[in-house]
Structures are given as structure tokens and as C-alpha cells.
């Protein structure tokens, strides 16, 4: 069978597998069979069932599809790092250095924008993708990344009290919100370490990373090379050594053959790793022009497109966060094991994030708040401010 998890407890490995066909079924941490994924919500998985529980669970295999969105951190990486041009043929390091061909003048015109949009796709795909869940009002939204981790530890409490609760609506808002999550996590990452995001989206499409790895194959080759040098160098010093002790005509006639030999390889490696210095000498230059040249465009431009992108995104989380919030209270406040619940712990209808936040920052004692509790008394102050 084939389901998505809609709840699961990391207290007790217990959760709850929502099916196509509107069954649900329990199962705990013994009955997962995927050594490479662990549980968690909105995790597609297929499944046995025996006595109504979920078991030999694993996750669902992911279909390719070229035009799809991203839903993981893992596929949105792939799509946005995938390359567009041929690998460079390693044979062509071998051949004499040409520094035209791995000049900054091989860089097409306006193509750092042309690397740009690649990279910004998947962003403005999902925004398009989700566009229609964004609403108008500032009072039809929350901020997101105050509220996500009270919100989604409030949405568990509540299924732990009626596993109801998680109709199909409600699993799909979840699942479209940790989607884009993910998507903003990548682009985030890349905003915050430019000249890594300067290096996947820019200069692995230029010669620059041919230039790159013909230097660094050199500086490999020039190290292995210096090691042959001593070893050489003390095997012919042991064979001079050695000659002044023979006799025999032919076995010194065969030993000063064979040093010859020895020192023609000795002196062929120092003209190669002089040749290979030189090669350097000129690669060099060229790297350091791909950052001079295009490195400060590129920033100004990624900085412009990450901000108008990003912020079409944050504002669909607000959105989807105020949206996956006051249904998940609408479904709560129709539940009578939620209501009965509620009234044994005097937590007063109607019911919202607000009110169950004062409920639980009631229970912690203030004089031992770690930093996510002290958050969470901003997060009140925000609650209550909305309110107004």
C-alpha cells in the first residue's frame, strides 16, 4: 500500500500513515524497514498492513520528471546544479597550453544572466507554482519563520489528541509549506556563501574550472615529480659510490650506462616541472581574471534577483503559515476529544495559537527559560499584536 505520514511522535516512535483511499493507519519506530530514510512527516511510503498497523515501511521511490518542482532540499540542488555543457575531456590537459582558450574572452556575452535565470528557475517556478495561495492582506498572514516551530509543535499535540484532525486539506497545506521550506533553504544557503554560489552557478559553466583543474593536475604532477627527484637522486649517489668499488671492465661499463640513464630521467623531470611552472605561471592570472573580471556583476546581480525572488517566497509562507493555522484551529474546535481536552486544562474557546501558547508558557518556570522559550514570549507579544 501507499501512504504519507501525517504524524509522528520522536518521544515514542509512534505515527500515523494516511492513505489515497482516506484509511489511516498506525504503526511505531519497530515496524520501519528503511535503513536509509527515517520517518517524518509528509514522507511518501509504501507499506504492508496487518491487524490495521502499518508495517515493513519504506519510503516511496521518487519519480524523475525534468519539469517537476522541487519538493526536497536533495532534488533542488540537483536541478540547480546540473550542468549544461560537456565535462572537459582530461586528454586535453595533456596537450600544449593555449592561455586563449581558457581566457575570460570565451565567455559569452550577458552570460552571467543567462546562468542567473538557470539558477533562479526553480525559485520563480515554485513561486508561480504557489502564487495563488499568497493573499492581499497583511492581516491574512504570519510570519513564518516566528511561528513555524510553535505551529508545527502545536499541529502535533493536537493530532496526539485526535488523529482526525489531519484531513486531507490539512496534509496538503503542511506538505506545500515544508516543499517551499526546503526550496528557500537552498537559495538561502547560496546568499550566504557568494563566492560559492559565484563558483556552482557561474564559473563551473566557464573554462575557468578547465584552467582550474589543468592547474591543479600540474601542482599534483610537480609533487609527485619532486618525490622521484630524491628517490633518484640517492639512487645515483649509491651507484657512484658503488662504481668506485668495481673491478670488472663490463660491470662498470654497465653501471656508468646505467647512471647515465638515471641522470638523463633526473634531468628530464626538472625540465617537466619546470615546463609545468611556467604553465602555472600563466594559469594563474587567468583564474584570478574570471574573479576580477566578472566576480563583482555577478554579486550585485545575485543579491538583486535572490531579494525579489526571496521575498515572493516568504510571502507565500506567511500566507500558507496563516492559512494552515486558522483551519488547523477551525478542525480543533469541532473535535470533542480536542474540546474535552482543552476544558480539563481550562484552555478557553476559541482556540488559536494565541490562547495555546499562553496555555503552555504558563507551565515553564521563568527562572529557567532556555532560548527557544525566551522566544517564544516574543512570539506571544507578536500573537497578541496581531490581535490588535
Known sequence: MQGTIIFYNTDNGSGLILCEDKQKYKFDIESWGDLDNLPQIGLKVTFDTENNFAKNIVKKPETTDKNSIPTSIQSAEKTILQTTL?????????KELIPDFYSIKTVPKNFIDTTMNNFFSSLTKTVDKYKDYE????????????????????????????SALADSSLIEIYQNIQNINDIYNVYKKSYMYPKIAFSNIFLRYTKYKEAKKRLEKNIDTMKSLKGSLVVMEKEIKQKISELKTLQDEIEILTLKQNIKHLKGLYVDAIDYIGTLREENEMLLPITDEYFEHFFSEFSEKFESSYETNIKSLINILDSMAFLF??????????????????????????????????????????SKLNKENQELFELLDYLENKKK
Request: glycine share 0%; net charge negative; charged share 35%.
Open 135 to 162: 493573499l492581499q492582506s497583511e492581516d491574512e498572514s504570519l510570519d513564518y519563520f516566528k511561528i513555524k516551530r510553535f505551529l508545527f509543535t502545536a499541529y502535533n499535540n493536537l493530532l496526539e489528541m485526535d
Open 86 to 94: 560537456p565535462d572537459s575531456d582530461d586528454e586535453d590537459l595533456d
Open 325 to 366: 493555522d486558522r483551519l488547523m484551529w477551525e478542525k480543533a474546535s469541532h473535535s470533542k476529544t480536542i474540546i474535552n481536552r482543552f476544558d480539563e486544562s481550562n484552555i478557553t474557546y476559541p482556540y488559536s495559537s494565541l490562547t495555546f501558547l499562553k496555555y503552555y508558557l504558563k507551565t515553564l518556570d521563568k
